[in-house]
């Protein structure tokens, strides 16, 4: 038992009873290709609720009633994160607001990838200071990335937070509210590390009721010099096919017609199972025979790690299992990839590439660079700008090489200086849109197979959804389409989206 004061922090083994991509537009700082309404980032994203939703199947006289305003930083693993907590607390009878000055619950899901999300988390911190001054009764919780690296110190640093939930405890969560509501010492602190991330039979409330996150691993085994991932959620741990296969069904059966699996390194799902227990290539059959499933894709693709059964498997279920990827480059330069320590060269990306494209010919890739990594020199960065010239991917997100603590890269020179990095990045993000838009235009007078869910922000006449390859496709139609799929000819492009009339097969 390791319950220390003034900070109370949970067991190894927490005994209650009943009892892991992409950033931000604003943090990458590029071009319109980049902003994609499906990501949270560094500003953060509010948590809207489903109004539809029924509340409270587990109802909790403690949690009942509280009103909770949740933001949610960094990766699509984040967000699955959130929409899973607001399920729990959902279950329990809590609600959720957008307005952070109505809430009794205000709860940031943190991001340590990158610098910036956690300075806007520290600013949030700060300023709250006041607002718990003024309303004591008011909760203040940390969770995820930033709560598992530095949980103490934001205990010591903000000891008016009354909850910190690290990335190994989030299944705990409405638990540990409750016993801070019990009147529990704050600030409550659960960093210790669980073997797995457990949310049994929750269902995710989600902001879509079509398309859902669904984490098929936890934890990454990688050791890029870079990443802080590792060391924030752990060892990878896979969940069983059949586990994977109950949440999917449970979300077909709430409506969801499009599950995206994630991953930090997709490709390894199953590894610790016994390769041939487990692996994606079956674990994508698998969810291939739900019926009502009518769209997969998975995230995210590692080029060391791809193998071509991959592909084969994309190839055969081709009519399930869209033809999409998001594989990081990171670097076209050897020389960066091994200081990286990511474990491919150049000519290995291009051969998975191929590979991929050979099998697949529809196959649309996205890709993460970083700019400006340690040793990157002008001959360097000139290799990664002609490995986006020669890969083509139709999107990409473009980063600043930022220090993270505690990773190998910390002991190397951070050398490149801000002004050389702002200028490789402005290129490389320049030369992206200039691919995406003579990529999206290509696709003009083609029909698009769009999953439509929502009514666009901008016109209440237009919709708004997905093509197989992922592109943001907008329309006009009525508001009774959304939830269904559209055929859309395509008429216009822009670098980040598709324009299109609706084929109607009456007319
Ligand atoms: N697991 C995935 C992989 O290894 O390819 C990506 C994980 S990370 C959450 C998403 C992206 O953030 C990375 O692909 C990388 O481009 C970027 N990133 C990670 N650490 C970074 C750092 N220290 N500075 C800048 N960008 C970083």
């Known amino acids: 038992m390791a319950w220390h004061s003034p900070y109370l922090r949970l067991p190894r083994h927490l005994d209650l009873p009943g009892g892991g991509m992409v950033p931000s537009p604003s943090e990458r700082g590029v071009a319109a290709s980049d902003k994609d309404p499906d990501l949270c980032g560094a500003e953060g994203e509010v948590y809207r609720p489903d109004p539809l939703t029924l509340a409270g199947s587990r109802r909790h006289p403690l949690i009942t009633g509280t009103k909770v305003h949740m933001v949610t930083f960094g990766c699509q693993m984040n967000k699955y994160d959130s929409e899973m907590v607001a399920g729990l607390l959902n279950e329990k009878g809590a609600a959720f607001v957008e307005d952070e000055r109505q809430a009794d619950l205000i709860l940031f899901n943190t991001c340590s990838v990158r610098a910036q999300a956690e300075d806007r988390v520290h600013g949030r911190l700060g300023s709250l200071k006041r607002r718990k001054r003024e309303d004591p009764a008011v909760l203040l919780a940390v969770m995820g990335c930033m709560a598992q690296k530095e949980g103490e110190q934001i205990a010591k640093r903000y000891p008016y937070v009354d909850l910190i939930v690290g990335t190994r405890q989030l299944h705990q969560f409405a638990k540990l ?85 994630l991953g930090q390194t997709i490709d390894t799902y199953g590894f610790d199972l016994g390769r041939e227990n487990a692996n994606l290539p079956k674990l994508l059959r698998a969810l291939c025979a739900i019926t009502g499933l009518r769209r997969i894709r998975f995230i995210t693709s590692h080029p060391e790690e791809c193998q071509d059964d991959l592909w084969r498997t994309m190839a055969d279920c081709g009519d399930k299992v869209m033809p999409f990827i998001h594989m990081p480059a990171q670097s076209g330069s050897d020389a960066v990839l091994r200081r990286m320590a990511r474990g491919y060269t150049r000519k290995r990306y291009l051969d998975v590439v191929a590979s991929a494209r050979k099998h697949c010919p529809e196959l649309e890739i996205t890709s993460d660079w970083i700019v400006g990594f340690c040793g990157e020199n002008d001959a360097d960065f000139e290799q990664s700008f002609s490995l986006m010239q020669e890969v083509r991917p139709c999107s990409s997100y473009i980063f600043t ?66 093509s197989a390859q992922y592109r943001p496709v907008h329309f006009a139609g009525s508001q009774d389409l959304v939830g269904t799929f559209a055929e859309v000819r395509i008429t216009q492009a822009s670098g980040h989206s598709l324009q299109g009339d609706r084929i109607t097969h009456d007319s």
């Open 177 to 261: 509210l409750e016993r801070v509501k019990e009147g529990a010492p704050t600030p409550l602190l659960a960093i210790d590390a669980a073997p797995a991330v457990e949310f049994g039979e929750t269902v995710a409330r989600r902001d879509s009721r079509w398309k859902a996150y669904l984490a098929v691993t936890r934890g990454c085994n990688k050791r890029c010099t870079f990443c802080v991932v590792p060391y924030t959620r752990g060892p990878e741990v896979s969940r069983t096919i059949g586990d994977v296969i109950t949440e999917a069904k449970r979300l077909v059966d709430d409506g969801v017609l499009e599950i995206m699996l």
């Open 401 to 466: 090489y930022s220090v993270r603590e505690g990773t190998p890269a910390q002991r190397l020179d951070d050398d490149v200086p801000e002004t050389a990095k702002k200028e490789r990045h402005a290129r490389l993000s320049e030369a992206q849109d200039a691919i995406s838009l003579e990529k999206n235009r290509a696709r003009i007078g083609q029909v698009e197979e769009v999953l439509v869910e929502g009514v666009s922000k901008t016109d209440t006449e237009r919709l708004t959804g997905r």
